[in-house]
């Protein structure tokens, strides 16, 4: 019988095999629903605990079949940061057609990782990709630049891609990034791996000097150019915004609002009619790594792929949730507020953000999302030639976003006297923004995937790696 007891947190190597044909498991990792802490996401937006899930058709016991038949595959993916929401909606899919994953995660706290450590065909490595050279460095490992004293889990990493034929890396900003994804792609290419799937993102910098770079997306593009060079096989996605990055909780840059009168505000450094890239990640990024290692690098080795369902500016989108919600949305261009503590690569990032997405720019002028406007203008055709069953934001907006709201203890979705609509979404030039209280949080949450995501308060479930 399964053990009672969570595996204990290590920052070195854990170990579990995948559970043997009998049932039995290795352990039982400790179920979420026993912290009461209120958080993002404490619920999985999938959860069927909730009397809002009788109005969704997309929860992921019941999401939407593929649309082309797929292989009764032999294959292993390997897979770091598997709590994350990219990593977690691969692993979704991936392991219900047959391919069996192995997967590092940070810890076995949450419900995704638990999702993830009680798969059957998931073979788990708990542990950090970074380690320590003292063992009381107390230090932040999220800092952009060098980080002495703060080394590769190279043991890690290597037992990771043993038997793996397959990879899908998302590397993020705990420890040295590009380090970290160096000896990645060198422990891929040394296992043999067959198709490296990498999750991207552009350093501004390098297509136009006049642009800022942002730290943590440059960091990836510099492990991009890493792996090109070494000749694996591989193959580059750059995400979308994420549309699970809205929430009402006071974080920075995508916090839709809540108004007295029940209706949301937006406020971005975002033109409101330039045009974004926006993804569905935990619906729609598992399908369509999937039809990547379908095809083959036959067909996408050593290509960029713009990874978004829809191209919408803010406007748009805040008439994509009116659409869902029922309520009015509006949207107000303005400075990024930090109400909360937060990782200080994060904090970084946000202020290059506001540089890169200045006011002075017209919406003519606002840098491409992705740096290359030619990869902008393939939104949303790259995406859709791998898979056509997106959840775009008015979806989500509807079915999703209240699941998430009540799973932070919201209660709006039940009240009545909402606003009614009256024209569309708008600008607005000035509201009263309300401070909040510090509670203290460092941060370090395991949901964040890349630059541009913020999660809910600090999970001591899952931390910071959507």
Known sequence: MPSTNPIAIRTDLAFRPAPSENGNAAFSPKSSATHGTRHKHTRSSYSENSPLTAVSRNNSLSFRPLKRSMPSPDKTIAIINASGRQAASLIRIATAVGYR?????????????????????????????????????????????????????????SQLFSGAQLAFINTT????????????????KRAGVQHYVYSSMPDHAAYNPEWPSLPLWAAKHEVENYVRKIGLPATFVYTGIYNNNFTSLPYPLFCM???????????APFHPNAKLPWLDAEHDVGPAILQLFKDGPAKWNGKRIALAYEYLTPLEVCKAFEQGLGRRVRYKRGPIEVRVKIPEGYREQLEALEKLWSPDNDAENQPPYFGDIELDKRCPDDALALWEGPRGLEEYAREIFPLEEEANGMTWMYEDGEPELEGTAEEVEDVDNREVEDDGDDGDDESFDEGLVMRGLKRDEESWLA
Do not use: C
């Not at 950090?128 to 952009?144: F, G, M, Q, S, W």
């Open 101 to 157: 994953v192995r997967a590092q995660l940070r810890n076995l706290q949450g419900v995704i990782a638990t999702e993830v450590a009680t798969n059957a065909n998931v073979t788990v490595f708990v542990g950090e990709l970074y380690v320590r050279n003292k063992p009381d460095d107390n230090r932040d490992v999220t800092a952009h630049g060098p980080l002495p004293g703060i080394l590769v889990n190279h043991a890690l990493i």
């Open 173 to 188: 900003f705990y420890g040295n990034e590009i380090q970290i994804g160096e000896a990645i792609a060198d422990a891929a």
């Open 257 to 267: 609002e809540l108004q007295p009168d029940g209706s949301f505000l937006w406020q």
